[in-house]
């Protein structure tokens, strides 16, 4: 932008109403390294902005409200990101926003009991605990509690911006849900240096997927998965990866949500 020799500047307090926001914002922009104030009085410490300072400060706007945090959107704004991994990082973000927006709408829209649609799974890497012995989806639940129990336990450093999820192998099941409560609990974590080395873990691949959300109690999972089966076939989409079941129950959404009103999303690995 071509600027004039002579431009006006404006004080804190100018600025603050112009933009809608307090002095302790605007210092915090500086401090984040975001923001410099066009030049600043050596004699008595009174920040001067010009134009182009408010205009970057609409821009920290912009993107505080699509959910970056500060120390995101100066790098940003300046140039400091590597932006593959920014963009594989703010599309984790949108991934763990839809599963969100999903789960809310079904709870608050009672006219509806699912929603279905094509996604991209993140990378993930999993505490995997096998679940042979259950014979009801109840006490698979219980055994996967004593699996995050046990990773706890164990010192993993959990990845709670993720919710835990089930798994199964076998794709003889592709027609429709069976009744095997056999599973593999994978309790999303942050690999340490030894990861590859520890047979606990299992690392995931981003994958397209097909997901449905839906909720009810345990039994509702195996009508999902029918539903989830059907449209697979529909939209003639192949299986890629083992089948998911996504739990997002209390305590992830809060202690106040009924057994009747679990959220679950079933996911199948796909490729076209």
């Not at 409200?65 to 949108?94: C, M, P, T, V, W």
């Not at 055994?143 to 835990?164: D, F, N, T, V």
């Amino acid at each position: 932008m071509q600027y004039p020799e002579e431009r006006k500047l404006f004080t804190v307090k100018d600025v603050s109403r112009a933009c809608g926001i307090s002095r302790a914002t605007l210092l915090r922009m500086e401090e984040s390294g975001f923001l410099t104030p066009y030049r600043i009085d050596p004699d008595s410490g009174y920040r001067y902005y010009d134009t182009g300072n408010i205009a970057a400060i609409g821009q920290y706007q912009w993107l505080q409200s699509a959910g970056l945090s500060r120390a995101e959107i100066a790098d940003l704004y300046h140039g400091r990101i590597n932006s593959e991994e920014f963009l594989e990082e703010q599309r984790r973000k949108l991934e763990a926003m839809r599963r969100f927006v999903s789960e809310f709408e079904l709870r608050h829209d009672r006219s509806k009991d699912h929603t279905l649609s094509l996604l991209t799974l993140p990378e993930t890497t999993c505490y995997c605990s096998d679940i042979g012995d259950a014979s009801s989806l109840e006490e698979s639940g219980t055994l996967g509690y004593l699996a995050h129990e046990r990773c706890i336990a164990q010192g993993y450093r959990l990845r709670g911006s993720e919710p835990m999820s089930a798994l199964r192998e076998d794709w003889s099941t592709w027609a429709g849900p069976s009744s095997d409560c056999s599973f593999t609990i994978c309790i999303p974590v942050v690999p340490g240096p030894d990861a590859d080395s520890d047979p606990n873990l299992r690392h995931f691949p981003a994958t397209e997927a097909l997901s449905i959300v839906g909720f009810g109690d345990y039994s509702a999972i195996p009508e999902l998965w029918q539903l989830l089966f059907d449209e697979a076939n529909a939209r003639g989409l192949e299986p890629c990866g083992p089948q998911r079941v996504i739990g997002l129950v209390a305590p992830y959404v809060g202690d106040h949500v009924r057994p009747d009103e679990y959220c679950y999303e079933c996911v199948i690995p796909v490729s076209r």
